[in-house]
C-alpha cells in the first residue's frame, strides 16, 4: 500500500447512473489531485485541490465533480457518463507548501467502464 | 501549452540490453523533472526526479537520467535491463510557477524478454 488508497477498484456504470469514486491518504499531506489515465494518451491532470481548496479545474465535463471535505479526502462524482470516460482515474497526493514538490503518491486507480 | 513528449511508445529489449528512454518538455523555465513507472497491475512509483545540482540523477533499481537543460532533455537510463523492469514508464515536469502539478508524457512499455 501506497499511503492513498482508493475505493472501488472496479467500477461498472450506466450513463445514467450516479456513482462516486473515494481518495483517502494517510500521509499528511495537504494537496490532492484526480487524473484520468486512457490508453495511449497522456494522464491527464483533472482536478488539483491545496489545502482542500479546488486550485484547478482542466475543462473538465460538469458530469464529473469533485469533493474534498477535508485534506485526507478526496471524491469524484460521477454522472450521466459518456462511453469515452472509461479510463483508469487516479488519486494522488503531496505535501506542497511552495517549495519543490517531492513527486506525488499515487493511489492503484479505480478502473471505471461506462456501458 | 506545457508538453512533455516521450517519443518512444513501446520498446522491446532483451535481459542485459542497454536502455534509453527519451524525454522532452517544451517549457523554458524553472522545471522539475520526474520519472515514474507502473509494473503491471500496479500503482505510479517514483523512480527518479531532478530538482537542481548534479544533472544526472541516480533513482532506484540501478536506472539514471541525465538533465541536458540546453536540449530540454531528461532521458533515462539503465546499463543493463531485467525482465523484471517490464513496466510502463512515465516522464513528467513541474514547471517552477504551478504549485504541485504535474504534467505527464504519455508512457513508454517497455518489454524485456528473458
Known amino acids: 500500500e501506497t499511503g492513498v488508497t482508493q475505493t472501488p477498484r472496479h467500477l461498472v456504470m450506466g450513463m445514467t447512473n450516479k456513482k462516486s469514486l473515494k481518495c483517502e491518504q494517510h500521509?499528511?499531506?495537504?494537496?490532492m489531485y484526480w487524473y484520468k489515465q486512457s490508453a495511449k494518451k497522456p494522464l491527464e491532470l483533472m482536478f488539483v485541490?491545496?489545502?482542500?481548496?479546488?486550485?484547478e479545474n482542466n475543462s473538465v465535463p460538469s458530469r464529473f465533480s469533485p469533493e474534498c471535505p477535508n485534506s485526507s479526502h478526496l471524491f469524484l462524482h460521477l454522472h450521466t457518463l459518456q462511453p469515452e470516460d472509461s479510463a483508469l482515474y487516479l488519486c494522488?497526493?503531496?505535501?506542497?507548501?511552495?517549495?519543490?514538490?517531492?513527486?506525488?503518491?499515487f493511489g492503484s486507480g479505480t478502473r471505471l467502464t461506462v456501458v | 501549452a506545457q508538453s512533455v513528449s516521450q517519443h518512444n511508445h513501446h520498446v522491446i529489449l532483451s535481459e542485459a540490453a542497454s536502455l534509453e528512454l527519451g524525454c522532452n518538455y517544451s517549457?523554458?523555465?524553472?522545471?522539475?523533472l520526474f520519472w515514474y513507472v507502473q509494473y503491471p497491475g500496479q500503482h505510479l512509483q517514483l523512480l527518479l526526479k531532478y530538482f537542481s545540482g548534479d544533472p544526472l540523477v541516480k533513482g532506484i533499481k540501478g536506472f539514471e537520467a541525465e538533465f541536458i537543460k540546453s536540449k530540454f532533455s531528461f532521458n533515462l537510463r539503465k546499463p543493463s535491463v531485467q525482465w523484471s523492469d517490464t513496466a510502463e514508464y512515465f516522464c513528467a515536469v513541474r514547471r517552477g510557477s504551478t504549485l504541485g502539478r504535474l504534467y505527464f508524457g504519455r508512457g513508454t512499455q517497455l518489454t524485456v524478454w528473458p
Open positions: 494522488a497526493s503531496s505535501q506542497d507548501n511552495g517549495t519543490p514538490v517531492h513527486g506525488y503518491t
Open positions: 485541490y491545496s489545502l482542500e481548496e479546488r486550485v
Open positions: 500521509l499528511g499531506h495537504n494537496a
Open positions: 517549457y523554458g523555465g524553472t522545471v522539475n
